[in-house]
C-alpha cells in the first residue's frame, strides 16, 4: 500500500479506503439479532482484509442502516492505533439532533474516539447554514472535539462546485469528501481550493459514481486497454497528488484486487495515461463532434435558473456517456434518479420540457438552438421508472 499525507490531519492515509455502505445487510437500524452470521462474518472478513493490505482507513455513516453496529462487532477487537476511522452525520436544523445521532453512532462503534467525523451531504445553502450557523452543527461538532471524541472535522458533498467551495473557503475543515474522476472533473477547482486549506481530499465513490467501471460496457473496456476502465479511472485520480484517497466500497474481500493493480503503476502515469485519455476523447469526438465536445458546457443555466428546473448540464452529460462510451446503463440509473434524490440528485429530469420555454435560459449557450431537441432525445434514450437512492431502498 502507498500512503498520502491527509492534509492538516497529519494522518498518513492510505491511497484507497474501505467505504461502508456495501457490506452491510440493511440500510435501516434493525436489532442485533437480526444480522444473519453470513452476513457479518462476510463484513468482518472484509475489513481484516482490507487491514492486511494497509488499508487502515474505514469510514461508513450514520445513514448507512446498520453498517456502524456491524462495524462495532470487530473494530474494537483491532489495536486502536492500527486504524484510520470515520463516521458522518448529516447536517440538522436542531444540533440537538445531531448530537443524539453522533450518540447513536459512538455507541454501535465501541470506539475510543473518531478520527475523522464528517459532516455528511453539505449539498445547498441550507445544509451548508445549518452546519457553519453559530450554534449549528459545526458547534456540535467542536464540542465533541474538546471532550476527546472526534479528531479531525470535515464534510462530504454531492453539491455543486460553487457550493462546495464557499465550504471549503470557510476555512473550518480538515478535510473534504467528494466526487471527482475522468468522467466528471467538475469538482477540480474544488480540490485546489482545498489544496490551498491544506484539507484532506477524499473521492467519493469513484468506481460506482464514476461509471459503475466494475460492470463496464465492452466499448469503454476497449477504449480503455491495457488497463481495466476501474484500474486506469483510479490511476486518473491518483495521478493527482492533490488527490489523497479513493474510497472502495467493498461488498466483500475480493473487491480490493483489481484496484491493487494500480499501485506499482503509480509512478508510471505520465506514460500510460496519454494514450488512454487520447483514445477516449477521440472516440466522444467521433461519436458527438469536436465542436459539441469541447464546447457543450459553456453557458447553461443551473437547475435553479431553469425552467422546470430540468438539470440540463447533468442531463446532456449523460447522454454524451451514453453515445460516446455506451455506458447508457450507468446514464439511466443517474438521470432517473432526478426528482426522487432530493438535494443528494436535485433538479428535474427533461420528461416535461415541451411545457416550458428554455429560450431565455439558453441564451449564452452556443447550442442554445438545438438544446431543446437534445433535451427530448435524452429522456427518449434514458427516462424510465424513478430510481431510490441506495439508503431509501
Known amino acids: 500500500m502507498q500512503y498520502r499525507r491527509f492534509g492538516r490531519t497529519e494522518l498518513q492515509m492510505p491511497v484507497f479506503s474501505c467505504g461502508g455502505m456495501r457490506y452491510q445487510y440493511k440500510?435501516?437500524?434493525?436489532?442485533?439479532?437480526?444480522?444473519?452470521?453470513?452476513n457479518q462474518r462476510n463484513l468482518e472478513a472484509t475489513?481484516?482484509?482490507?487491514?492486511?493490505?494497509?488499508?487502515?482507513?474505514?469510514?461508513?455513516?450514520?445513514?448507512?442502516?446498520?453498517?456502524?453496529?456491524?462495524?462495532?462487532?470487530?473494530?474494537?477487537?483491532?489495536?486502536?492505533?492500527?486504524l484510520i476511522f470515520q463516521t458522518k452525520i448529516a447536517p440538522k436544523p436542531d444540533p440537538k439532533e445531531f448530537r443524539r445521532q453522533f450518540k447513536q453512532s459512538f455507541?454501535?462503534?465501541g470506539l475510543e474516539y473518531i478520527d475523522l467525523l464528517g459532516i455528511h451531504g453539505i449539498n445547498n445553502e441550507e445544509t451548508l447554514h445549518n452546519t457553519i450557523r453559530p450554534g449549528g452543527c459545526l458547534d456540535e461538532a467542536r464540542k465533541l472535539q474538546k471532550e476527546g471524541?472526534?479528531?479531525?472535522?470535515?464534510?462530504?458533498?454531492h453539491g455543486s462546485t460553487e457550493i462546495i467551495t464557499k465550504a471549503i473557503n470557510t476555512g473550518e475543515f480538515d478535510y473534504v469528501n467528494l466526487h471527482?474522476?475522468?468522467?466528471?472533473?467538475e469538482n477540480w477547482s474544488a480540490i485546489e481550493a482545498a489544496t490551498k486549506q491544506d484539507m484532506g481530499v477524499f473521492i467519493i465513490s469513484p468506481s460506482d459514481k464514476g461509471g459503475k467501471l466494475y460492470e463496464p460496457p465492452q466499448k469503454l473496456v476497449d477504449l480503455c486497454q491495457p488497463l481495466s476502465p476501474m484500474v486506469f479511472n483510479d490511476l486518473f485520480c491518483l495521478s493527482h497528488p492533490q488527490v489523497h484517497t479513493l474510497s472502495l466500497g467493498?461488498?466483500?474481500?475480493?473487491?480490493?484486487?483489481?484496484?491493487?493493480?494500480?499501485?506499482p503503476l503509480l509512478d508510471k502515469a505520465e506514460e500510460i495515461l496519454p494514450p488512454i485519455i487520447e483514445r477516449l476523447e477521440q472516440a466522444a469526438i467521433a461519436t458527438l463532434g469536436e465542436n459539441w465536445f469541447k464546447t457543450w458546457r459553456e453557458g447553461l443555466?443551473?437547475?435553479?435558473k431553469t425552467p422546470g428546473n430540468i438539470n440540463i448540464p447533468v442531463i446532456l452529460w449523460l447522454r454524451n456517456l451514453a453515445l460516446a462510451y455506451d455506458m447508457t446503463e450507468y446514464s439511466q440509473g443517474r438521470y432517473n434518479l432526478l426528482e426522487s434524490g432530493g438535494h443528494w440528485f436535485p433538479g428535474a429530469t427533461a420528461k416535461n420540457v415541451n411545457q416550458y420555454n428554455l429560450k431565455d435560459c439558453l441564451k449564452n449557450s452556443p447550442h442554445k438552438d438545438k438544446i431543446t431537441d437534445l433535451l427530448q432525445e435524452s429522456d427518449r434514450l434514458l427516462g424510465g421508472a424513478a430510481v431510490k437512492r441506495l439508503s431509501q431502498s
Open 107 to 109: 455507541q454501535f462503534l
Open 301 to 304: 443555466p443551473s437547475y435553479q
Open 180 to 185: 471527482w474522476y475522468y468522467i466528471n472533473q
Open 47 to 82: 475489513i481484516l482484509r482490507s487491514l492486511e493490505l494497509g488499508i487502515n482507513h474505514i469510514e461508513t455513516a450514520r445513514g448507512y442502516g446498520s453498517s456502524e453496529m456491524q462495524l462495532g462487532k470487530i473494530l474494537p477487537t483491532i489495536p486502536r492505533e492500527k
Open 149 to 157: 471524541k472526534v479528531r479531525f472535522i470535515g464534510f462530504s458533498t
Open 250 to 263: 467493498a461488498a466483500k474481500p475480493s473487491d480490493f484486487d483489481e484496484h491493487l493493480k494500480v499501485l
Open 27 to 38: 440500510w435501516q437500524d434493525v436489532p442485533p439479532s437480526q444480522i444473519p452470521e453470513a
